[in-house]
């Protein structure tokens, strides 16, 4: 009697934090290949209204996350501490839903992860978002699935960003950087290079603080210290692109 008791209490108390406006964590599989071989991501919401935007977002570095949900229903996954990661309970909320998946220029691959969000959210804006080498493939996808999105956000770019001609895009284009950024793969420089250049959108972030090597999600890099303004200016953006 003690154990259902229990049990019912931690049921409760999981569903009250969700209504009190908690991210809750999900391991999605239904995504898959015509051979059956699927593609797990992690979906972040709050409470269960149908989100009227969905961030598919990738992380830097290697972006493998290696998403995997035991017997238990413990998630597990790698690239926690990147910036998109670490955050993705800041984007959501009752309004934004976010998907996480490993950083992938795989045009296939994520035609089908969209196709499957598109069935769960048919009215939902669809935006790709990734971070430091992740831009590569949001480059990459914003030239070869341009329309199929409603956009594309690149934040702490690559250096091949300043190349990006955006100025015939159907889908709308975003550039995010921190103004002392100091991963040379990275410069603001080639940020600014192609907002000069394309008047592509450019939202140039300054302060926070920088730990380690500059390369890293702690640094400048990575938006430490001010993510939550980092944040609050994308959804904005996104809100009235």
């Keep these: 009697m003690k154990i259902r008791i229990i049990i019912l209490l931690l049921i409760l108390l999981k569903l009250s934090n969700s209504f009190a406006g908690e991210a809750v964590d999900s391991f999605i599989d239904t995504a898959q290949y015509d051979d059956g071989d699927k593609i797990p991501y992690l979906q972040t919401a709050v409470g269960s209204t149908l989100p009227k935007y969905v961030l598919i977002m990738m992380p830097g570095g290697n972006g493998i996350m290696n998403i995997k949900k035991n017997a238990d229903e413990t998630i597990y996954f790698q690239s926690g501490g990147n910036f998109l990661i670490r955050s993705r309970g800041l984007f959501a909320d009752d309004e934004f839903r976010t998907i996480s998946i ?26 790709i978002v990734g971070t430091s080498r992740s ?9 070869n699935m341009d329309g199929e999105v409603n956009g594309f956000i690149h934040t702490a770019s690559m250096g091949s960003i300043s190349g990006l ?12 950087a921190h103004k002392n950024d100091g991963c ?8 600014i290079e192609n907002h000069d250049t394309y008047g592509t959108d450019l939202i140039l972030m ?22 939550k303004e980092t944040i609050r ?9």
């Design 102 to 127: 490993d950083g992938d220029r795989s045009i296939k691959r994520m035609r089908i992860v969209i196709a499957d969000l598109k069935l769960k959210f048919p009215n939902a804006k669809i935006y």
């Design 206 to 227: 300054e302060g926070g603080i920088s730990e380690g090597d500059p390369c890293q999600a702690f640094g400048h890099h990575g938006f430490n210290g001010i993510e």
């Design 135 to 143: 831009t590569l493939a949001t480059m990459h996808q914003s030239e």
């Design 184 to 191: 040379r793969l990275t410069p603001a420089s080639s940020s």
């Design 233 to 241: 200016n994308i959804k904005a953006w996104i809100k009235k692109s």
């Design 165 to 176: 001609d955006t100025r015939k895009s159907k889908s709308k284009n975003l550039i995010v």
